[in-house]
């Protein structure tokens, strides 16, 4: 009788659906159209295009507009269809994009900044335009007349920007290290607080309102998980990336963080699990290399990787404490930026390669 042959493991990985190419340079900043076959992105070299799935199997552009300078960034809004894209210049230009995608109509610029744009956020429900830019300026204008309502200076270039609509809280990750919380008011803004936890620049936020929770991602290749929510600012770093973490994202139905690197890593977290906080990395007491030789990876701890642990915490760890908690999976490409679409569970990573990758998620994000 021949012996049975044992089924191999499959590995859940992210399915790559498609590759959409054709920019001339970088797209900074690209996102999935809601219920469509498509993708919008803006790129260095000036472009805004709209790409639609054709009978083929291919997208292509069904709209390839140029700016008046390169686009650093945009914010789209699929009930409005409201399109916002920063500049290099420093402007904001809105368009209205139409049902079938084929054309976009200008509804109105902003002079926001002195320089580049570096993020942009359409609140819908305040009508409001949220931005930052190279000149470390933190501005919000009305998007119904146009209007500057306030701004605030940051302590260096910010590169990450959130908002929590219940409490109008703004969160702002600067090349500092820094994590800035203002309130807003229609017209001003209050300091509420700022936080360090970085040994790098902050290169990414994502806020998750219903745990509320901030994650920020950093060029010192670790992702910090904060508790705003009131347990006394718990901070809880992942170590997960062997290069500048680029991107977040976070999939709020399963509790996943999705964190996107230079290093071409996709990382998913499970968010689900009660983490702790650390020292020794595990114990809490300061350890040199000279007392302890030993390491292992933590992942309740936010360590994937292993990380030096005193000897007698060594012997301690149990395989359960060792067993990882986050997932990884190779692009191919150094992201600069993703978006998650979570009704269909597809995340969208463009790189410096000039390319847009589109992956199938259901299989790891579930």
Sequence with gaps: MAAE?????????????????????????????????????????????????????????????????????????PETRRLSIGLDNGTISEFILSEDYNKMTPVKSYQAHQSRVTMILFVLELEWVLSTGQDKQFAWHCSESGQHLGGYRTSAVASGLQFDVETRHVFIGDHSGQVTILKLEQENCTLVTTFRGHTGGVTALCWDPVQRVLFSGSSDHSVIMWDIGGRKGTAIELQGHNDKVQALSYAQHTRQLISCGCDGGIVVWNMDVQRQEHHCRKCGKAVCGKCSSKRSSIPLMGFEFEVRVCDSCHESITDEERAPTATFHDSKHNIVHVHFDATRGWLLTSGTDKVIKLWDMTPVVS
């Design 5 to 77: 042959i044992q089924p191999k493991a499959l590995t859940r990985k992210p399915i790559l659906l498609q590759r959409v190419e054709g920019s001339q340079e970088v797209v900074n900043m690209a996102v999935i159209v809601p219920k469509e076959e498509g993708v919008i992105s803006v790129s260095e070299d000036r472009t805004v295009r709209v790409w639609l799935k054709r009978d083929s199997g291919q997208y292509w552009p069904s709209i390839y507009h140029a700016m008046s300078s390169p686009c650093s960034c945009m914010s789209f809004n």
